[in-house]
């Protein structure tokens, strides 16, 4: 009578893994708990997400921390004319370091000056903005010049700004001041400043620049403005280049 070993895996050669009853030749039991390989590049975009989030809580932390209480403006003002209390209101705003702004317990100190250019309500109020100097002086004369669309600088103008009356006059037009006519046109120019900006015309985008002139040349630029024959030259600061 033979015996017969139950339970017993069948042994195999050494280097070939042992067969399981049941189970199919060829066929590797998958471990139950396997580790999983963390891939690198995910790894650093994680760390880089991180260090962003961080950062940018940090700059927030920062910005905030670097709001302070300065003087505003309530109301338009127009370049040239005096500022008063109430054309002022004060803010806490985060302000960037290049801006000279004028702090709230300086707010007084700007009452009574004039503003050098227009302001807008809801605008933070630099020092370069007010002056202490009318931008019409004593002996001078504001004239209105008309600009057509293409003697608009391109450049814009502001108040304060120094310019050149020139009289335009084409060859065989007559003179608008001695009502004669000139084979060769006499160039001529009267230095100005100026005092304020229109806006442009609807339909014909004709703009009105207000200039001071000294009072003698006042008359002739009027009379160079009502035949259409003003052009403002844009003269560059003392100094540039």
Known sequence: ?????????????????????GQAPGVTVPRAYKARRRSPWLATVSVALI?????????MLNSA?????????????????KITSDDLQTAQVAVDGGLKTIPADEQDSVVGRRAAV?????????????????LVRQGEQV?????????????????GQRVEVVKVQKEGEADPTTGK?????????VPAR??????????SGTRV?????????GPKVLSWSASEKAALALDVPDGAR
């Open 143 to 159: 004239v209105p010049v008309g600009l057509k669309p293409a003697l608009v600088h391109a450049s814009g103008l502001a108040p």
């Open 118 to 134: 227009g302001l807008k309500p809801g605008s933070l109020l630099a020092r370069s903005q007010v002056t202490r100097t009318a």
């Open 194 to 203: 100026v005092i304020k900006v229109g806006e442009a015309e609807e339909g």
């Open 65 to 81: 921390g670097d709001r302070q209480r300065v003087v505003i403006i309530a109301q338009e003002v127009q370049a040239g004319e």
């Open 209 to 217: 620049v207000d200039v001071a002139v000294l009072r003698e040349d």
């Open 51 to 59: 260090a962003g989030c961080g950062l940018g809580f940090a700059l």
């Open 1 to 21: 009578m033979s015996k017969t070993t139950v339970g017993t895996p069948q042994q195999t050669a050494p280097g070939i893994p042992t067969q399981t009853p």
């Open 181 to 189: 006519k000139e084979d060769a046109p006499v160039q001529e120019s």
